[in-house]
């Protein structure tokens, strides 16, 4: 009975730092998304479409103000130069902080794969701890007890499986939202067209693989 304590113990502290590390991959989604809209304003004012010089009255406004600052800028393509190079700037920031992003949750990704396979070996350890008592335990006091006390699998017992279960719907969650980011993250480019990179922002807020009602679920199995 103690190494079954000590094993859900463990079981229950992989299950507390699987969450600690879904809570620090929330806090780089939430600020990779600021990049995304960064990114997103740079390049709407980059492709920001010209003056409509088919309408008679902005014609006849241009006409009667214009001004050697007024002729550049439309010569320009209607963009200021020092907006363009701020434009260009947040792009190229945008960008770098969005490929950081990646390399940061990949490693996350990692450590909670890796806490994912370490409750399912703990769980594999415990239920063969388990048989083996119950397959040795030939004397009669020995084996009343075990019995009595051991009758459900630790693999059944419902804290246990739930915790297994959950950390492996929830690192199947986050882990496909990553592949996601990634190919939003691989589309971007100067190219990009306006319903796309609106398409990608909401997708990216959205997420639309993590299902928050599991996870408000497994933070209740902490608290």
Known sequence: MEARSE?????????????TGITKLEELDNAANTFLLRFQQGLCLLK??????SSKLIENILKNN????????IEAG???????AQSTRALHTSLAGLSDHLIKAQSLLSELERLTDDVALAIETATKLSTQVDEESNDELRQVTSDEEET???????????????????????KQNFVMQEKIVR????????????????????????????????????Y
């Open 7 to 19: 094993l859900k113990q463990k079981v229950y502290n992989i299950f507390k730092d699987f969450m």
């Open 48 to 53: 920001r479409s010209p003056i409509a010089f």
């Open 66 to 73: 214009e001004t050697r600052r007024l002729k550049s800028y």
């Open 78 to 84: 209607c963009i200021n130069i020092d907006d363009a």
């Open 152 to 174: 459900v699998p630790f693999a059944q017992e419902p804290e246990v499986a739930e915790y297994a279960t959950v950390i492996a719907v929830v690192y199947s969650m986050v």
């Open 187 to 222: 589309g971007l480019s100067l190219k990009t067209s306006f319903d796309e990179l609106g398409t990608y922002t909401m997708m990216w807020s959205l997420r639309p693989f993590v299902e928050d009602e599991i996870v408000n679920r497994a933070w209740k199995c902490i």
